[in-house]
């Protein structure tokens, strides 16, 4: 960490107004559990660049992970509303509404995040997450063999969340054990 951080403040020296630079040191002071001085660094950069989509798709995380989840919400729709094509501030989103549990709006937002990104193994993986937490296995399994499919076969943890759903699902342990095998291909 400390080697890492030494590399941050010396990009920062050599480039004050760096938001990138910003936005990953402020993650490097939340794994050092200095929760002021990440979000001083969320702050710095919303300074310099306040149309800066990144910004709160990161603090939004940061909001999630200290269970701040109104404060999450609030920064992954902003993050989302300033660039519309991040995966990842989408399926926060998703997330944090289902963690409010505010169902109706995370099925929204996962709908939707299918719907913009049709062949991406993460939106469908995810979608398919929040129906196993909803009870809806026949539909999760569905969103989880076509992030298969998309990624080419490649996509570990759908062949991972397939093996929990025969396993937990159907009851069938070598069902499961062939799914996780292929996730190690």
Do not use: T
């Not at 937490?133 to 998309?150: C, M, P, T, W, Y």
């Amino acid at each position: 960490y400390d080697a890492a951080m030494a590399c941050y403040d010396r990009a920062l020296e050599l480039n004050p107004k760096s938001v990138e630079v910003l936005i990953k040191r402020s993650s490097l002071w939340f794994e050092k559990e200095q929760l002021a001085k990440a979000h001083s660094d969320f702050e710095a950069a919303i300074d310099i660049n306040a149309n800066q989509s990144d910004i709160y798709c990161h603090r939004g995380q940061l909001h999630m992970l200290q269970q701040d989840l109104d404060k999450a919400v609030s920064d992954l729709k902003k993050s989302v509303a300033l660039d519309g094509e991040s995966i990842l501030a989408r399926i926060q989103l998703g997330m944090a509404h289902h963690r409010l549990k505010q169902n109706a709006e995370a099925r929204a937002v996962f709908q939707e995040a299918e719907k913009a990104f049709p062949n991406s193994p993460d939106a469908l993986n995810y979608h398919g997450e929040f129906m196993v937490e909803n009870g809806d296995l026949d539909g999760a399994r569905k969103k989880f063999q076509k992030a298969i499919r998309v990624s080419g076969g490649v996509f570990a943890l759908g062949h991972v969340n397939l093996g929990v759903l025969k396993l937990h699902g159907d009851q069938d342990l070598h069902g499961a054990i062939e799914a996780c095998k292929q996730a190690l291909n």
